[in-house]
């Protein structure tokens, strides 16, 4: 079983509709939580921390179950621009980030 | 520009050839990392630095594979003996205080062994 699990997607959404990702991982010691956004043959680019009170940044909002160990990411209002892989990242506490596969979001006219 | 830098962006060699890849951190960041990531999967952990010190190697980091950061700063990654299953991109982050935990990553080198 991987460390984060996520579902590939793709999720192909119209503009301006709202989408939800979800992500579990496994390690119960997990200390920290992020969302990156990697574009295409691009590096991954930090989107938001998760805080346990859940967060929110703009259109985007995080939140974190630590019960369930489950993370999720809604993005409001969805723009072309959103277009990308949104990756949903760990950190046990060792200096490592462990990354899931991605979701694939695709924004549509 | 004062991002992460990574050099080459691109490197295509021939099974059996070794490949040293560049990376420049963030100059006041003492953190440095390592990532392979192959096509449709996260990036996964290789190494770890601070400062000079290597702390941390994963699993994957086979026999094959040496890093460094021989001056705290920037650091190398060799790849011996190269294999086709290495084909991937090499990613770079960098952080800085122990208390800023956001790794910043570079463009990446984009490896293919043919």
């Known amino acids: 079983r991987k460390e984060v699990e996520q579902d590939p997607g793709p999720f192909n959404v119209p503009e301006g509709a709202t989408v939800a990702f979800n992500c579990t991982y496994s390690n119960s010691a997990s200390q920290s939580f992020f969302w990156y956004r990697q574009d295409c043959r691009k590096e991954p680019k930090l989107l938001m921390s998760v805080y346990s009170s859940g967060n929110e940044d703009g259109r985007f909002t995080a939140q974190l179950n630590r019960a369930s160990q489950y993370i999720s990411l809604l993005i409001r209002d969805s723009k072309l621009s959103d277009s990308a892989t949104y990756l949903c990242v760990v950190n046990t506490g060792r200096r490592a980030l462990t990354f899931g596969s991605g979701t694939r979001l695709q924004v549509q006219p | 520009d004062t991002g992460v830098s990574q050099d080459p962006r691109h490197k295509i060699t021939k099974r059996g050839q070794n490949v040293t890849f560049r990376c420049d951190p963030i100059s006041e960041h003492n953190r440095l990392y390592w990532y392979r990531q192959t096509l449709g999967q996260g990036p996964e952990f290789l190494t770890y630095f601070q400062n000079e010190a290597q702390l941390e190697k994963s699993r994957l980091l086979s026999d094959r594979f040496s890093a460094e950061r021989p001056k705290g700063s920037f650091s190398t990654l060799e790849i011996q003996r190269t294999e086709q299953g290495d084909s991937a991109m090499y990613l770079c982050?960098?952080?800085?205080?122990?208390?800023?935990?956001?790794?910043?990553f570079g463009p990446g080198t984009r490896l293919l062994v043919l």
């Open positions: 982050a960098s952080s800085g205080s122990p208390y800023q935990e956001t790794q910043y």
